[in-house]
């Protein structure tokens, strides 16, 4: 029974991870398009690393992508710098719906191993019943 509740345990921290994945990958895609502001950067992109063990999943950080800008010539444009660049967000849409499909769908795993499991118990404690 307790091998039941590990993988329970297990599948409930992996939803807690993917969670945390979504929300950070929808604040990424909400700050793509920030520009640089005098000396305030943009939003730099967040990344969510993520290590597991035996007891399951477990978020080691949310650590920000040191990647270059991505710089647009846009020589008309009030917040472009000397050489005509508005420096905008690291962060690439396409790439951060990927990451949302992608946590989605883990989620949704770990969310059937979880009642799978939870079924199992469920059907453990009827044996004895007459």
Do not use: C, W
């Not at 029974?1 to 929300?23: P, V």
């Not at 472009?80 to 690439?92: E, H, K, L, P, R």
């Not at 799978?116 to 044996?127: D, F």
Request: net charge negative; hydrophobic share 45%; glycine share 6%.
């Amino acid at each position: 029974m307790s091998s039941i509740f590990s993988a329970m345990r297990s599948a409930a921290s992996g939803m807690f991870a993917e969670r945390l994945r979504m929300d950070v990958t929808s604040a990424n895609i909400a700050n793509a398009q920030t520009v640089k502001i005098g000396d305030q950067d943009p939003y730099r992109r967040r990344i969510v690393v993520l290590e597991g063990d035996e007891e399951g999943v477990h978020v080691r950080a949310v650590e920000e992508d040191q990647s270059e800008f991505r710089a647009v010539s846009e020589p008309g444009n009030p917040l472009a710098d000397a050489q005509g660049f508005v420096y905008y967000s690291n962060v690439d849409p396409l790439m951060e719906m990927v990451n949302m499909i992608s946590a989605t769908r883990a989620y949704e795993a770990n969310v059937a191993a979880f009642n799978s499991a939870k079924g199992m118990a469920r059907a453990a404690l009827n044996i004895g019943k007459v």
